[in-house]
């Protein structure tokens, strides 16, 4: 195995994840093959491997700051590679590590437009540079100098003509198109008339209308990226909106493409503006607050918000500084509704009338035994699944398991493995049409290179009462192989209506979220590495009876304790050992005395894997303890 490492003279590092390194057995060469064929066999061999790696991003921890533009380079003939120079001297060769296929009409129809040509992206500092493609056989050093303005005359015939293409790095440019229409007239009625549409028109005497729209893109100060378009009549209820690939072309006969970013406002006006890592924006976004465990919130929202993110990082990669301020008001109401998976595919939500482009899914699974999300996953619109948002009827693309596997052998239930749960947060619209405003603020700052401090708040207006989280966090981070993560929450009111389905949406059981009452959630958890070999976790929740979020309506009136390690003995055998303790608190809720089963219980788990290369053995030892256990929780 093998991982890259770049340091720069600041002590600053990036790592790429750690690879396989690919082993081939030596093979006897055929005779006739000459030393010549045989290194440009290995010279392929090793293209094939750099162009693998070479098509994704595979930094594990990127602490070293980049500053510049992206180049972009789509070959149309077959390039082998680009030289790029600076004041005349060469800066590097890029070697180009695919070849090119013609596309044919069959291509465009089936869908299949890759050319195969590799497409480069070069990040550059601000200046001047000269790019020099090679296209010959021989290799750049065989072409001499290559001019700007070479002699087509001059060239054989079937001669490929390559010349420098001259790029400034740090240019500011603007784009803008607007328009404006205005009519003006003067209107004479008789009789009784029942306009369909409003409009001035239909009223005596004189009237005007009109219509403003602009359009604006570019980069200012080579730093600040603006993009803002302006659409006096539009008004419209959609927070995203997708584009259905069947209502356009697939190819325009050139590079367009069809583009909505700038449309992705409820109002007249689109604002963003980007620089660095950071970025200012009034029109729809999405809120997604999860870094924390209790204080955590995600919305689809209309309105202003502003991210800030230093460029200074700590030794692990994580900006030193993160600020997130947002701001909404609308008349949308929100919804959080909970599937239990049945195995197919069609789900109904609670609400109809979903406002399009607001649903947030994403699949957990979770502990049989505690409650506790083990994993989770976001789904993609169009690819994971399909929504009728005036039905509120949601089809996944595959059906959803109802259980998980589980690394266990023993269980308590007939059928072994942890519960799977569709989660969906949407907005809707609401029949009371009141002002619904929402506005918090999250911030992050290292101390130092160990040590980091949080904070959350939240507030929303709702019809009858306001609902406020506030949150506190510290994350202590020693080494790369340890975090000890330590958090304090409060809610007052309830957030959203939350509803639980066991049957795909055609019932749905209230989850107790809280009411007026103020509470509060705290805990601390921590994981570490020994040796590569040793793995420890541990950590410790109180969820108060009436905290109020939606990420913890599983664990809610409910204290938790734990500790799991586990031992590499070897490296074919594995030993696991796992203690879980949980306690209801005031009785606890509908949802948890189902899940608990009891006033207490306490799980024991004791397991060793031997992998035997085709045929892995487990034995394992289980022990669950049930204490003042009675027949309302059952």
Do not use: C
């Amino acid at each position: 195995a093998f991982r890259v490492t770049v340091r720069d003279a600041g002590g600053r590092e990036d790592v790429t994840r750690t690879f396989d390194l690919p082993v081939r057995f030596l093979e006897e060469k055929p005779e006739d093959l000459s030393a010549e064929d045989e290194e440009k066999a290995l010279e392929e061999r090793r293209r094939i491997w750099l162009a693998s790696l070479s098509r994704e991003n595979t930094l594990e921890r990127q602490s070293i700051s980049v500053e510049g533009e992206t180049l972009r380079v789509t070959p149309q003939l077959p390039l082998n590679a680009l030289r790029l120079l600076r004041g005349g001297q060469t800066l590097v060769d890029v070697p180009v590590l695919a070849e090119q296929k013609e596309i044919t009409a069959d291509d465009v129809r089936q869908g299949e437009t890759d050319s195969g040509s590799e497409v480069l992206d070069l990040i550059l500092p601000r200046g001047d540079y000269a790019v020099v493609p090679d296209v010959s056989s021989e290799g750049l050093s065989a072409q001499g100098a290559v001019t700007s303005a070479p002699q087509i005359s001059s060239l054989p015939e079937g001669a490929v003509l390559a010349a420098t293409e001259h790029v400034k790095v740090g240019d500011d440019y603007l784009f803008f198109v607007g328009l404006t229409d205005i009519t003006a007239g003067y209107a004479m009625n008789s009789g009784h008339i029942e306009p369909l549409e409003r409009g001035d028109a239909f009223r005596d005497g004189f009237y005007v209308e009109n219509k403003t729209a602009f359009h604006v893109k570019g980069k200012i100060r080579g730093k600040y990226l603006i993009e803002a378009s302006y659409d006096s009549e539009r008004d419209k209820e959609k927070l995203f909106e997708g584009l259905d690939p069947d209502d356009y072309y697939p190819v325009y006969g050139d590079s367009s493409s069809v583009d909505a970013g700038s449309d992705n406002t409820q109002g007249p006006l689109y604002l963003l503006i980007e620089w660095d890592r950071s970025s200012l924006r009034w029109g729809n976004y999405s809120v997604a607050m999860t870094e924390t465990e209790f204080a955590q919130f995600t919305r689809t929202l209309y309105g202003a918000a502003g991210s800030y993110e230093s460029m200074a990082t700590t030794l692990y990669g994580e900006p030193r500084s993160k600020v997130f301020v947002f701001s909404s008001t609308t008349k949308q109401r929100a919804g959080h509704n909970e599937f239990l998976a049945t195995g197919g595919s069609l789900y109904y939500l609670k609400n109809k009338d979903v406002i399009e482009g607001s649903e947030a899914l994403k699949v957990e699974v979770r502990d049989n035994i505690t409650g506790l999300v083990v994993s989770s996953r976001t789904l993609e619109p169009s690819i994971d699944y399909e929504i009728d948002k005036d039905q509120g009827r949601i089809l996944l693309t595959q059906p959803l398991a109802a259980l998980a596997d589980t690394s266990t052998l023993i269980s308590n239930s007939v059928l072994n493995g942890n519960p799977v749960y569709l989660i969906v947060d949407y907005q809707y619209k609401g029949i009371d049409k009141y002002d619904q405003s929402t506005r918090g603020l999250r911030v992050s700052q290292a101390v130092n290179d160990y040590l980091r401090v949080g904070t959350t708040y939240v507030e929303e207006t709702l019809l009858d009462t306001d609902y406020v989280l506030k949150g506190t966090d510290v994350t202590l981070r020693p080494d790369k192989d340890t975090t000890i993560v330590a958090e304090y929450a409060e809610t007052s009111s309830e957030s959203v209506g939350s509803y639980l389905s066991t049957d795909g949406g055609l019932n749905f059981t209230q989850i107790q979220t809280g009411d007026a009452t103020t509470d509060r959630a705290y805990g601390i958890k921590g994981d570490t590495k020994i040796l590569d070999r040793v793995g420890l976790k541990a950590y410790y929740k109180w969820i108060g009876h009436d905290f109020s979020t939606a990420s913890t309506v599983s664990q809610q009136s409910k204290e938790l304790a734990g500790f799991e390690t586990t031992m590499d003995v070897t490296s074919a055998t594995r030993l696991t050992a796992r203690y879980d303790i949980q306690r209801l608190i005031q009785s606890g809720t509908d949802q948890v005395r189902m899940q608990v089963g009891a006033q207490e219980t306490r799980s024991t788990l004791l397991q060793v894997v031997h992998d035997l290369k085709r045929l892995k053995v487990s034995a394992e030892l289980k022990r669950n303890e049930v204490i003042q256990k009675d027949a309302a929780f059952t």
